[in-house]
């Protein structure tokens, strides 16, 4: 029996996003900051690194709210350590994902996804992908309507 292309529609809106603002663009420093978050305990799920310019990079992640206070008091020493700007925080954020094995032999799946929260007018702030998942950030006002495309953008409202 061959696996769904896509077999589910998740979502998770208890997460926050952090970016960490003009970080400084050398070896050893994103171990220094997820060192750091893992010392304190917190959990990382979704990281995006941004293209270096003049030296300097953002790198945005992704944990759990309820982490916030754990990650303020680590950062602020963090950022004095490794020399990087500042760091901002989102909580009204929510992760929605496609799942399924057969995603990894069908082309096109994350194309769909994204076209299809295009056309509800859902912006994506952050995307992750692995071979059998497809990860994005939106607001978190948009769940709902992201969840109920993407179901029937895959054939899932049947089940």
Do not use: Y
């Amino acid at each position: 029996m061959e696996d769904a292309v896509v077999s589910a529609v998740t979502h998770d809106t208890a997460e926050a996003k952090i970016t960490i603002s003009g970080v400084p663009d050398r070896p050893g420093i994103a171990a220094v900051i997820f060192d750091t978050m893992g010392q304190n305990a917190v959990n990382v799920d979704m990281i995006i690194q941004n293209v270096s310019d003049a030296g300097l990079t953002d790198i945005s992640f992704t944990v759990p709210e309820a982490d916030l206070t754990s990650v303020s008091s680590a950062l602020e020493v963090c950022l004095k350590e490794i020399g990087a700007r500042t760091w901002s925080f989102d909580k009204d954020i929510a992760k929605v994902s496609i799942v399924g094995a057969g995603m990894k032999s069908h082309p096109g799946v994350t194309a769909k996804m994204f076209k299809t929260l295009a056309d509800e007018g859902i912006n994506i702030d952050l995307i992750s992908t692995s071979p059998i998942r497809v990860s994005c950030i939106i607001a978190a006002d948009q769940t709902e309507t992201a969840v109920r495309a993407l179901h029937t953008a895959f054939g899932l409202d049947q089940e």
